[in-house]
């Protein structure tokens, strides 16, 4: 019996999937040939993407802003030479996460990530109006806990080993799977599979006589 895929195939129904490889193809085509018009497409349609994850990765909009427009820079203009073998998304993440990691490296501490905390900073405007209109206000004193209980886990994600610290957010924060997270960072996915429960053991022992 044939697949769904074979059915779409024979009915002449494209996948989403495949008609997004397609535009992206096109896209690539077009950067390969020189077309500014076609680098700032996708400088503008993957920013907001990358700019989530660099928050949660810096923990402050500046420096969130500034790794994104690093990345930018840095990576449209390769996009020339890149080959399609991974996802365009993919290929910009793991320039952002590179960039992140050698920013670590130059500095003896990072910035607090700002990911576990009680309440998530919305990007979706609907649904904070959602949650405002759902959740009552949070009294002073309700307010002053969660600060205190964000502060102590922020603290303890400082504290992650960074690869460890890496493979957490893209799985909690990305919703990346274990594949993605292993295309992202160039190792195998038995290593995310390690990093992750180990940033889980670790993040519980940190925080275990703490919250």
């Avoid at 390969?32 to 503008?44: C, H, I, N």
């Avoid at 949660?56 to 969130?64: I, M, Q, T, V, Y």
């Avoid at 292993?182 to 940190?206: M, Y």
Wanted: charged share 40%; net charge positive.
């Amino acid at each position: 019996m044939a697949g769904a895929g074979e059915l779409r195939r024979r009915s002449g129904v494209r996948s989403e999937e495949e008609r997004t490889d397609d535009s992206t193809a096109r896209l690539l085509e077009r950067i390969r040939q020189g077309d500014a018009d076609a680098f700032e497409q996708v400088a503008r349609e993957q920013a907001p993407r990358l700019f989530r994850l660099a928050l949660k990765l810096c923990g402050r909009r500046e420096d969130a802003e500034d790794l994104v427009q690093e990345t930018l820079v840095r990576a449209l203009p390769a996009l020339r030479r890149f080959e399609g073998r991974a996802r365009l998304s993919t290929y910009l993440i793991r320039a952002l996460t590179n960039i992140w990691k050698n920013r670590l490296r130059s500095r003896k501490r990072s910035r607090l990530v700002d990911w576990f905390r009680g309440k998530r900073e919305d990007d979706d405007a609907q649904d904070s109006l959602e949650a405002t209109a759902i959740d009552p206000v949070p009294s002073a004193e309700q307010r002053i806990e969660a600060e205190q209980r964000g502060a102590v886990v922020r603290d303890a994600i400082e504290r992650l080993e960074p690869n460890r610290r890496l493979a957490l957010l893209l799985r909690e924060v990305n919703e990346m799977s274990y594949e993605e997270i292993a295309e992202t960072t160039g190792v195998a996915v038995g290593t995310v599979r390690s990093r992750l429960a180990r940033a889980r053991d670790d993040l519980r022992r940190l925080l275990e006589d703490r919250l």
